[in-house]
C-alpha cells in the first residue's frame, strides 16, 4: 500500500501520497470483518463520491474518524521521536549564528531539511 519506500509524503499543505495514506488508514482501521470483505471485493469498487471527499488536504486530515486520527497521530509521534534532537533544539541551533557558522555546507543544508521535516510533522500533529 506505500510502494517501494515505505513513506508517505507530507507538503506544507496537503499529503502528496493521499492515495496510499488514505487507503492505509482505512485499511488499519478495519474491523477483522470489514477487512475479510475488502479483501474478498479485491479492494473497493469505485466510489465516485467517496473518491471526490478523499483528498487529504491538511483541511481535510482534521476530519478524519477518530481511530484514523490516532492512528496518525501515534505514527507522527513516533515519526518525531526517531530524529536525535527536537523542533526546539533545531530552532535554537537555527537561531544561533556563531555554532550554526561552525557546521559544515552539509551539516547546514540538513539542518534546514530536519527542521522542515519536524515543522510539517508538528503542524500535522496539531490538526489531527
Avoid at 71 to 86: A, I, P
Avoid at 93 to 119: P, T
Wanted: a negative charge; glycine letters at 4%.
Amino acid at each position: 500500500m506505500v510502494g517501494e519506500e515505505g513513506a508517505f509524503v507530507l507538503g506544507w499543505d496537503e499529503v502528496l501520497t493521499e492515495e496510499e495514506l488514505s487507503t492505509t488508514l482505512k485499511v488499519l482501521c478495519m474491523s477483522e470483518e470489514e477487512f475479510k470483505e475488502y479483501k474478498e471485493q479485491d479492494g473497493w469498487e469505485d466510489d465516485n463520491e467517496e473518491e471526490e471527499n478523499s483528498t487529504l488536504s491538511y483541511e481535510a486530515l482534521s476530519r478524519l474518524k477518530a481511530p484514523c486520527k490516532k492512528l496518525l497521530y501515534d505514527s507522527v509521534v513516533l515519526t518525531l521521536e526517531s530524529y536525535r534532537s527536537d523542533l526546539k533544539a533545531e530552532q535554537d541551533l537555527l537561531n544561533n549564528k556563531e555554532s550554526y557558522e561552525k557546521l559544515s555546507r552539509r551539516e547546514q543544508q540538513a539542518l534546514h531539511v530536519r527542521y522542515g521535516q519536524k515543522r510539517i510533522l508538528h503542524q500535522l500533529l496539531e490538526l489531527v
